[in-house]
């Protein structure tokens, strides 16, 4: 998906409505969702392999073209429309989405191509547009390569299995008992595995959109280099803390 930004200043309301006027100074576009966990892992030194849903829009061609700038190495296949979202404003006054979920799954070339990759780690990022099925999860499963999974509770897909789960607070209390491990991601409170709390080191939290993707990007990279699980989430918690102070949607630089 692709994050749009819409900045700018609101001096006065609308003489149309009781709504505000924003007067834009600036508009930027970042790679969003899966693109953005990808983003984070090359920046941190690891080499991603994305898969992925875009249209053949105008949206899509700014994707395709991040990622080239990006060099991240990807198989993105086609649907009826990318995936927006546009937030105007800091602090946000409006977010509009444009999205469709997705109309046809490639399960079997995803699996395909993963085999010819052979991948330390997975990353599942589910945000419920019909690109994360319960098939494709359970043959992911059979490859018996570590699974880290970014939920969305409402696709109702049962990750039993998976190596690591990372919810944020809201959605582990409909996970827990499922999985192994379930990081749960609480913001500016940090996060928690079991009954160990793991503080935010954020001095100052500008913007925690995306941070969960940071998050998961460098746990996989982490692990992906024989860390130990407390030692890569102890990293991410770190990394997590230096993007929340950013505005935008958050990447490592």
């Given at each position: 998906?692709?994050?749009?930004?819409?900045?700018?200043?609101?001096n006065?309301?609308?003489?149309?409505?009781?709504?505000?006027?924003?007067?834009?100074?600036?508009?930027?576009?970042?790679?969003?969702?899966?693109?953005?966990?990808?983003?984070?892992?090359?920046?941190?030194?690891?080499?991603?392999f994305?898969?992925?849903?875009?249209?053949?829009?105008?949206?899509?061609?700014?994707?395709?073209?991040?990622?080239?700038e990006?060099?991240?190495?990807?198989?993105?296949?086609?649907?009826?429309?990318?995936?927006?979202?546009?937030?105007?404003?800091?602090?946000?006054?409006?977010?509009?989405?444009?999205?469709?979920?997705?109309?046809?799954?490639?399960?079997?070339?995803?699996?395909?191509?993963?085999?010819k990759?052979?991948?330390?780690?997975?990353?599942?990022?589910?945000?419920?547009?019909?690109?994360?099925?319960?098939?494709?999860?359970?043959?992911?499963?059979?490859?018996?390569?570590k699974?880290?999974?970014?939920?969305?509770?409402k696709?109702?897909?049962?990750?039993?299995?998976?190596?690591?789960?990372?919810?944020?607070?809201?959605?582990?209390?409909?996970?827990?008992?499922?999985?192994?491990?379930?990081?749960?991601?609480?913001?500016?409170?940090?996060?928690?595995?079991?009954?160990?709390?793991?503080?935010?080191?954020?001095?100052?939290?500008?913007?925690?959109?995306?941070?969960?993707?940071?998050?998961?990007?460098?746990?996989?990279?982490?692990?992906?280099?024989?860390?130990?699980?407390?030692?890569?989430?102890?990293?991410a918690?770190?990394?997590?803390?230096?993007?929340?102070?950013?505005?935008?949607?958050?990447?490592?630089?």
């Amino acid at each position: 998906m692709l994050d749009k930004y819409v900045y700018g200043e609101v001096n006065r309301l609308s003489p149309e409505a009781p709504v505000p006027i924003l007067d834009i100074k600036e508009q930027i576009n970042y790679l969003g969702g899966a693109a953005n966990v990808a983003n984070n892992i090359k920046a941190l030194g690891g080499e991603p392999f994305l898969f992925g849903y875009v249209g053949e829009d105008y949206f899509g061609r700014i994707i395709k073209d991040k990622l080239k700038e990006s060099k991240i190495k990807s198989k993105l296949f086609k649907t009826k429309k990318t995936t927006l979202k546009i937030r105007f404003g800091y602090p946000h006054i409006l977010r509009v989405d444009e999205e469709e979920k997705v109309d046809k799954t490639f399960d079997e070339e995803i699996i395909k191509q993963i085999k010819k990759i052979k991948p330390s780690i997975i990353i599942i990022s589910d945000y419920a547009k019909g690109s994360i099925t319960q098939k494709l999860f359970n043959k992911l499963k059979k490859l018996k390569v570590k699974l880290i999974v970014d939920p969305k509770p409402k696709n109702k897909i049962d990750y039993t299995g998976c190596y690591l789960i990372v919810p944020n607070l809201k959605e582990s209390k409909e996970l827990i008992g499922k999985c192994k491990n379930v990081l749960v991601t609480m913001g500016a409170e940090g996060m928690k595995l079991g009954p160990r709390h793991f503080p935010t080191e954020a001095k100052e939290i500008y913007d925690v959109t995306g941070a969960g993707d940071t998050v998961i990007a460098s746990l996989a990279v982490k692990l992906s280099q024989g860390e130990t699980l407390i030692n890569s989430i102890i990293f991410a918690n770190k990394m997590a803390g230096k993007v929340v102070s950013k505005r935008g949607t958050s990447t490592i630089k």
